[in-house]
């Protein structure tokens, strides 16, 4: 996996090879608005996160797509949990329901809730919105510059 430049420099360069220069998109000079396509409930996520990650300089002309697809596997994971939440008084909680020939089967809402969750935290993990990523990124700064007891013992 290829990692940005910049993450490079806000881990601290762990691997201290020579940083390639690479281009650097525009960071607009206001908060983009949500784009008009997302479903509402994307658009409120756009307006709970777009300003934070402008505020970091993390939000560039280029990504504006990438937060909309976050938005969007947003809305939809909520829409899957909200129409599951409704069936919560069924005999099996909505986990499953009744095929087209009378038996059991599961419920699609539960893999649609399942894939849209997987690809929101896939999209979040682009902009350190996980305690994970924000980890990453947060251990290359704050050891910047300081020497581990096995710094160097691998090196060639």
């Known amino acids: 996996m290829t990692v940005p430049t910049q993450l490079k420099i806000l881990r601290g360069n762990p691997g201290k090879r020579p940083l390639r220069p690479e ?20 658009k ?17 002309t280029l990504d504006v797509n990438v937060l909309a697809a976050y938005c969007q596997a947003f809305a939809r994971w909520r829409q ?38 997987k690809d929101m935290v896939e999209y979040a993990s682009e902009f350190g919105l996980s305690p994970l990523a924000r980890a990453r990124i947060a251990a290359g700064v704050y050891d910047a510059g300081k020497e581990g007891k096995f710094d160097g013992l691998l090196a060639s």
């Open 44 to 60: 409120a996520e756009w307006e709970r996160i777009a300003s934070e990650l402008y505020r970091l300089k993390l939000l560039t």
């Open 80 to 117: 899957a949990e909200d129409e599951l939440a409704k069936m919560v008084n069924s005999p099996t909680g909505g986990i499953l329901i009744k095929g087209s020939h009378g038996g059991p089967i599961h419920n699609p809402l539960m893999r649609a809730a399942a894939r849209a969750a």
């Open 23 to 42: 281009p650097v998109p525009d960071v607009p000079q206001e908060l983009p608005e949500a784009p008009a396509f997302l479903l509402p409930a994307a």
